[in-house]
């Protein structure tokens, strides 16, 4: 029988309770990557997920790694005589928990509550294997397209052998459509296509003002501590308004989209009376401008603190570069701006991190038309935002450079109140259904071009 949308919705709805429960199995696998006594976790999550693709008939499933990498799951279907063949995305390693007290239930027992399904990868990214698995069963054992399935293991560590992985397996993966599932929509009730995201630089940087410590009350005043130098050096990353005040980090400007002052508060959790920091607007600030953070400090901890100069301190220090820009140009920008800032002198060690580059897509063409009419269906009529993320996922740009002739399309579960990687991170149920909705009608919308 020929599927039309309507059959298409009724089948997506039959569907969800069994989605539902694989979902909450793969929250069960604590599959963190960062941690390597849960490798055989890693293991067993893989595992899983190859088992979900082989019980829906997919024969030529693989779990595979590229080097020492992490496992990841390919699972093939060919594609009907003429049709194209998609490539569907996504990832079922997860962040680590953080400390278990700021969750309201087990961060590896999924929970319901409200609207929402709580649990660490109920929504980034084990919804997005659900996500996939939720279409592939809507069209039941006739799928109209070619389908490739990439499950990646270690996306939560920085992919650090992805680029190796799709240049060692490009014939697996070759697709002429390439589905990413690891991001957001704008909001609850509005859907979107990701079309820029910014990219990453990280480095960790060393001052250094004395040989040893020594007496605060015999030398302070005279001789500078560490920790007053390195806050002196960071404060010299912001101007005033709070722009990043490197110079050589690219700006550009961002889609014409509103994003309330009230929305940005609400969402952020920002504490009262604390300022929004920069200039322009806030889709520009968040999306298309340099983000600079110090997301990691080593210093004596207060407890330990006695009236003693402190001789060096360390901290680590995260960029996040607007689409167009280059990571290795930014990494040395950040070098030579920590270099020549520092105060009285200290000595100042630059140790580079990890570089990951921005991405910015141009979701013109068939691909993209198909994917905007399939969230207008499953979204009752709601036009689709083409928004940007400020996060990165580096990887994107490895794919469009892998398979150029691929329309790369972003898409995911998530909604602002998403709290990925951080605790109570939440699925919204209703919202979660209609991205596998969304995709049902894309794979059918794809095969009619």
Known sequence: MTKTPDTIRAALRDVMPS????LEALVRIPSVSADPARRDEVQRS???TADLFRAEGFDDVQILTAGQGAPAVVARRPAPAGAPTVLLYAHHDV???????DWDSDPFEPTERGDRLYGRGAADDKAGIAAHLAAIRAHGGDLPVGITVLVEGEEEVGSPTLEDFLSQYQDLLAADVIVIADSGNWDIGEPALTTSLRGLVDCFVEVRTLDHGVHSGMWGGVVPDAVTAMVRLLATLHDDEGNVAVKGLHAGPA???DYPVERVRAESGISDGVELIGSGSVVERLWTKP????????ATRTA????TLIPSVKAKISVRLSPGHSSARAME???????EHAPWGAQVTFTPGEYGEPTRIDATGPAYDAARAAFRDAWDGVEPVDMGVGGSIPFIAAFAEAFPQAAVLVTGVEDPDTR???????LHLAEFERVCLAEALLLHNLAEL
């Open 19 to 22: 989605v539902r429960a694989d």
């Open 46 to 48: 893989a595992q899983a």
């Open 95 to 101: 962040q680590p928990v953080g400390d278990p007290a």
């Open 255 to 257: 889609a014409d989209v």
């Open 291 to 298: 983000a600079i953070t110090t997301i990691g400090f080593d």
């Open 304 to 307: 330990d603190a006695s009236n």
């Open 333 to 339: 920008r950040l070098k030579e701006h920590l270099e």
């Open 420 to 426: 990925a990687h951080g605790a109570n991170e939440g």
